[in-house]
C-alpha cells in the first residue's frame, strides 16, 4: 500500500516537473511547480516528516509560489515577449548532458548506499513531529536558526532596494 | 517500507529536469523555476537520509534550507523586475551588460 502511494506520487512528481519545463507560458510553469511542490510533500509524509510536509505547502506551495505568481503577473509577459527558444542543438546537448547528469548520481546512489547505518526500523512514533524538530532547532540548532532571521532581514532589505524605481 | 534507494533515485531524476530546465530554457522566470526544482529534489533527498539515519538533523537542515530558497525567491524575483524595467524583455539572452 505504502509502495503504491510512493509510485503514484512519484510519477505526479516527475510529470509535473517535466512540464514545468516544457511550457511556454510561465504563469503554467508556476501552477504545475505548484502541483509538484504538494507531491513532494506527500513524499515528506511517507518519509516520516509530517512538519516538514506541512511547512512545504504553507512556506513553499503557499507563500513563495504566490510570490512568483504576483511577480509573472505584475511583469504583464504577452506571447510575443517571451522571445525566441533555444536553438535545436543547444536543446540537444541539454538534454543529453542532463541525462549523462542522471546516470552519474544514479551510479554513485548504486555505488555508495551500502553501509549505511540504518536505523529506520526502530523509529520512535514522535519521529519527524513539530515538538522533535523544534527541539533540535532551539537547542543544538539555536545558532543557525538565529542567523536565518538576519538572512531574512537582509532579503527584505535587498528585495526592496532591487524593486524600488526611487529610493 | 519503501528503500531509501528509490527516493534518492527519484531525486537525482527530479534534479537532472531542473538542470535541464534551467539549460534549456531561455525565460528568466522558468529557469528560477528550474533552481527551485532542484532545491526541492535535494531537500528530499535530505529527509529520506533522515529517516535512513533515524536522525533528525536532516531535516532541519531542510528547514534551513528552505528558509534560504524563500530569502533567494524574494531577491532574485527583485532582480527580474528589475531586469524586466531595465530591458523590457524575460529573455536570458538580453542580460548580456557584464559580458565581455
Not at chain 1, 61 to 90: H, S, T, Y
Not at chain 1, 147 to 155: E, F, H, K, P
Not at chain 2, 14 to 26: K, Q, Y
Request: hydrophobic residues 65%.
Amino acid at each position: 500500500m505504502e509502495f503504491l502511494i510512493f509510485l503514484i506520487t512519484a510519477i505526479v512528481l516527475v510529470v509535473t516537473a517535466v512540464l514545468v519545463i516544457v511550457q511556454r507560458n510561465p504563469v503554467a510553469s508556476a501552477l504545475f511547480l505548484i502541483a509538484a511542490l504538494c507531491a513532494q510533500a506527500v513524499l515528506y509524509l511517507l518519509l516520516k516528516a509530517p512538519f516538514l510536509a506541512v511547512i512545504q505547502i504553507i512556506v513553499y506551495a503557499g507563500a513563495i509560489m504566490v510570490l512568483f505568481l504576483f511577480v509573472i503577473m505584475l511583469l504583464n509577459l504577452r506571447r510575443d515577449e517571451f522571445g525566441p527558444e533555444r536553438r535545436k542543438l543547444q536543446k540537444f546537448f541539454g538534454i543529453l548532458f542532463a541525462v549523462i547528469l542522471f546516470i552519474e548520481i544514479g551510479a554513485l546512489v548504486k555505488l555508495s548506499l551500502t553501509g549505511l547505518p540504518s536505523a529506520s526500523k526502530g523509529l520512535d512514533p514522535a519521529f519527524g513531529g513539530a515538538h522533535a524538530v523544534g527541539k533540535l532547532l532551539f537547542t543544538d540548532y539555536l545558532f543557525p536558526f538565529e542567523v536565518t532571521s538576519v538572512l531574512l532581514l537582509v532579503a527584505i532589505v535587498g528585495a526592496i532596494v532591487m524593486a524600488k524605481r526611487k529610493l | 517500507m519503501v528503500p531509501t534507494s528509490y527516493y534518492l533515485i527519484l531525486s537525482s531524476l527530479i534534479f537532472s529536469i531542473g538542470v535541464l530546465g534551467f539549460l534549456i530554457r531561455r525565460n528568466i522566470l522558468v529557469i528560477f523555476m528550474s533552481i527551485e526544482l532542484m532545491l526541492n529534489a535535494v531537500n528530499l533527498s535530505l529527509v529520506a537520509f533522515a529517516r535512513e539515519l533515524g536522525s533528525l538533523q536532516g531535516q532541519v537542515f531542510v528547514f534551513l534550507v528552505m528558509t534560504v530558497a524563500a530569502a533567494e525567491a524574494a531577491v532574485g524575483l527583485a532582480i527580474i523586475i528589475a531586469f524586466f524595467r531595465n530591458k523590457k524583455s524575460a529573455n536570458v539572452d538580453d542580460l548580456n551588460l557584464m559580458k565581455w
